[in-house]
C-alpha cells in the first residue's frame, strides 16, 4: 500500500535491496515510488528505473499523498524530502572532473597532462586488482567515492606548488570512510620477502632497507612487468620531493647555521653507509646476487630515491594483527599533510564485527567536514619543519609543532677541567664529580640538544639545567639524588638555570651569517626572490621563522624571569631544604603556592592524601 509506506521514512529505506524481487509482485506506481525513493537514499536501481523513465519516478514520488513526516534534524514533509533528494542523488559521472579541469587541477589549459593518464591508470589497477571501488557514480550498496585526484595543488601561505592531492568530490561528513586499500596492494617487509626471497630479506631486517631495496627492483629491473607498475608511474622524482638530504651545498649553504644542516649532514653519511654494506661493498648483494642485483638498477642514486620515497610516504600502521608494520600504501599516500588534521591512516581487519575473512586493509576516515572541491589532509604526525624540510621537502608557515634544536653544554668543572683551561676566573665546582656521576646514571652527557617552541621549553632541559647549576649553598651536604629536578630548586638556581637557556638560545642566534630583517627583506622583495630557487626559497623562510622562534623564546624567558622576581640579586638558595622554593606563578603548577614533593606526587597516584602538613 503506496499511501501507508509514504508515511513511514524508516520503512521505505529498509527494503531497498528488495527491489528486484518485488518489482513484478507490486503494481507500477509503487515502483515508481521506490525508484524515486532509492535516489534519495544514494542506491540506484538501473533495470527498473530504465524501464519506467526518471521523469515518471518523480511524477509518482510528487502525486503521493502530503501526508506529514517528521524527520531527524528538519521540519518533515515535502519540503524535507526535496531536500534530502537534493543532497543524495549525485551527480553525472564525469561532472567533478570538468570542474577539476576547469579551476586548472587537471593541469594547464590546452596541454596534454601525462599526469591524466598516470592517474587512471592507478585508479583502473586499484579496482581491478584490489577491487577498491574508486568510482564517481553510485552501485548497489555503495555511495560514489568521495575524493578524486588532483595533479597540482599549492600551498595556500606560500603560493608554492605541492604536487598531488586528493579533493572531496562532494560535501563530507566528519567521520565518514574515505577509503579501503587491501594489504596486498602494500610495499611491505612481507612483499619484499615474497618478491626477493627470504635469504635475501630476512624477516629482521629493517623495515626501510627491506621496502627500499624491493622499490628499486620493481622499478628498475622489472620496470613493465612489475605489479606496481601502474603505482610506480605517480611516484614523483627526487627533484619534485626536495628533502634536504637531496639538496646540493650550494642550495644547503643558504641554511646556515641552522640545526637543520648538521641533520642533513648526518642523514647522508648514514644513508651512504647503509647502501654500502647492503650493496656496493665487498661481499653486497651486488657481488653476491649479480643477477638478481645488477649494480646498474641498484646505483647511490636509485637508493637515494627510493629513500626519498620512503621518508616522504611510508606509513606506519599500528592496529595490524601481526603489530605495527611500515607500508607505502597506494592512493592513500596522495594525501597532503596538514599539522591542524586530526585523521590518520590505519589498518583494520576486513568484515564486520561478525564475519571476518582473516585479511587486513587500510582504512581513513574523515576527522572533519569538507567542503565541494577542498583538499582531504591526514597528519603526518607532530613534526617540527625541520623534521618536515629534512625529510619530506617542505616547510609550513603555521606549524603549532615547529620548534628548533638548543645545544646546551655545561661542562662540569672538575679540578682537571680548570687546570687544563688555565683561567683564574674559573673555580672548581665541589659537586662537579657528583654531577658527572649523576648524569652517567641517568643515562645523560653533559652537552645535550633541546627542542625549544615560541613560548615553552622541555621539562627534561629544566632538570638537566637545574641539577647542573645545583651549588653548595642548595646542597648543604644533602646528596643530589635527594632533589626532584622537576620541580623548582631555589630562586637562585631558578634565575641560572632560566639565564643559561638564554644563553644558549642567543648563542644559536649567532650562528647564522644573516638576521631576520635581512630574511624577511629578501622575501618582501617578491621578484628577487623568485630569482631562488625552490630549495633556496624554502630555506629562506626556513631559517627565518627559525630565528623568529628564537627570539619569542628570549623574550618569553625574559618576562618569566621579571613575573617570578628572578633578575633580582642575592637570591635565595635551598639550603639543603629538598622540598623547594614556591616562585610567583607556581601556584598555577603546583596548587596552593606550594610545590609538591615527589613523595606527595606519588600518594597522589596512589589516590591518598597528598597534604603532609
Known amino acids: 500500500d503506496s499511501n501507508n509506506v509514504a508515511t513511514s521514512p524508516k520503512f521505505l529505506i529498509f527494503p531497498l535491496p528488495l527491489y528486484r524481487m518485488v518489482s513484478a509482485s507490486i503494481s507500477p506506481k509503487a515502483v515508481a515510488l521506490l525508484c524515486a525513493i532509492s535516489v ?73 597532462d601525462p599526469k591524466l593518464s598516470q592517474n587512471a591508470n592507478l585508479i583502473k589497477w586499484l579496482e581491478e586488482k584490489g577491487d577498491v571501488y574508486l568510482s564517481d557514480s553510485s552501485t548497489w550498496g555503495t555511495a560514489p567515492h568521495p575524493m578524486a585526484i588532483s595533479v597540482e595543488t599549492v600551498d595556500e601561505t606560500t603560493n608554492e606548488t605541492t604536487g598531488r592531492g586528493l579533493l572531496a568530490r562532494r560535501n563530507i561528513n566528519d567521520g565518514d570512510e574515505l577509503l579501503q586499500i587491501p594489504m596486498r596492494l602494500c610495499l611491505t617487509l612481507e612483499s619484499a620477502r615474497t618478491a626477493l626471497g627470504k635469504d635475501v630479506i630476512t624477516n629482521g631486517m629493517n623495515e626501510y632497507l627491506a621496502i627500499a631495496t624491493q622499490l628499486i627492483h620493481e622499478t628498475y629491473v622489472l620496470g613493465e612487468k612489475s605489479f606496481w607498475k601502474p603505482y610506480i608511474d605517480i611516484l614523483p622524482t627526487v627533484e619534485e620531493v626536495n628533502p634536504t638530504f637531496t639538496w646540493p651545498d650550494e642550495d644547503l649553504n643558504f641554511l646556515k647555521g641552522s640545526p637543520v644542516v648538521p641533520a642533513t649532514k648526518s642523514l647522508q653519511i648514514k644513508l651512504r653507509k647503509e ?195 645545583m651549588t653548595p649553598e642548595d646542597t648543604r651536604g644533602r646528596p643530589l639524588r635527594d632533589f626532584d629536578y622537576s620541580r623548582t630548586i631555589s630562586a637562585a638556581n631558578e634565575a641560572a638555570v632560566l639565564s643559561s637557556i638564554i644563553d644558549a638560545i642567543t648563542r644559536q642566534l649567532g650562528k647564522y651569517p644573516n638576521s631576520e ?32 622562534l628564537l627570539k619569542r623564546t628570549v623574550a618569553a624567558l625574559q618576562k618569566q624571569m621579571r613575573t617570578r622576581g628572578l633578575m633580582e640579586d642575592d637570591l635565595q638558595r635551598a639550603g639543603g631544604s629538598t622540598l623547594g622554593q614556591a616562585l610567583p606563578g607556581d601556584d598555577r603548577m603546583y596548587g596552593e603556592g606550594k610545590p609538591r614533593t615527589a613523595l606527595e606526587d606519588r600518594l597522589a597516584k596512589m589516590g591518598l592524601p597528598v597534604d603532609l602538613r
Open 275 to 469: 647502501y654500502d654494506a647492503l650493496f656496493g661493498g665487498e661481499g653486497g648483494l651486488c657481488e653476491r646476487f649479480p643477477d638478481r642485483f645488477p649494480r646498474e638498477a641498484f646505483s647511490y642514486e636509485n637508493w637515494v630515491w627510493a629513500f626519498t620515497m620512503l621518508f616522504s610516504r611510508a606509513i606506519r600502521l599500528r592496529n595490524l594483527e601481526d603489530g605495527e608494520a611500515l607500508a607505502l600504501v597506494p592512493y592513500a599516500d596522495l594525501i597532503n599533510h596538514s599539522p591542524f588534521s586530526g585523521a590518520y591512516v590505519d589498518a583494520r581487519e576486513v568484515g564486520d564485527w561478525l564475519f571476518k575473512d582473516g585479511t587486513e586493509e587500510v582504512i581513513l576516515y574523515a576527522d572533519r567536514s569538507y567542503r565541494k572541491m577542498e583538499q582531504i589532509y591526514i597528519s603526518y604526525g607532530p613534526k617540527s619543519n625541520a623534521d618536515l624540510l629534512l625529510l619530506y621537502g617542505f616547510a609550513l608557515e603555521r606549524n603549532p609543532f615547529n620548534s628548533v634544536d638548543v645545544t646546551v653544554s655545561i661542562a662540569p668543572r672538575t679540578k682537571d677541567m680548570v687546570d687544563s683551561i688555565d683561567n683564574p676566573d674559573v673555580e672548581i665546582d665541589p659537586l662537579a664529580e657528583e654531577k658527572i656521576e649523576f648524569l652517567d646514571r641517568v643515562g645523560r652527557e653533559n652537552t645535550v640538544d633541546f627542542p625549544c617552541y615560541a613560548d615553552r621549553y622541555p621539562i627534561e632541559m629544566l632538570e638537566y639545567l637545574r641539577l647542573m647549576q
Open 517 to 548: 630583517d635581512d630574511d624577511a627583506m629578501i622575501i618582501q622583495d617578491k621578484g628577487m626572490f623568485r630569482l631562488l630557487n625552490i630549495n633556496q626559497r624554502n630555506a629562506v623562510r626556513h631559517r627565518r621563522n627559525e630565528k623568529r
Open 40 to 112: 534519495v537514499s544514494g542506491f540506484t536501481c538501473p533495470s527498473t528505473v530504465d524501464k519506467i523513465g526518471k521523469n515518471n519516478c518523480m511524477a509518482a514520488f510528487r502525486n503521493v499523498p502530503r501526508t506529514q513526516t517528521f524527520m531527524a534534524g528538519g521540519e518533515g514533509g515535502e519540503s524535507e524530502w526535496a531536500k534530502a533528494l537534493q543532497d543524495a542523488r549525485g551527480e553525472a559521472p564525469g561532472s567533478f572532473e570538468k570542474e577539476m579541469k576547469m579551476r586548472g587541477l587537471m593541469g594547464k589549459k590546452g596541454v596534454v
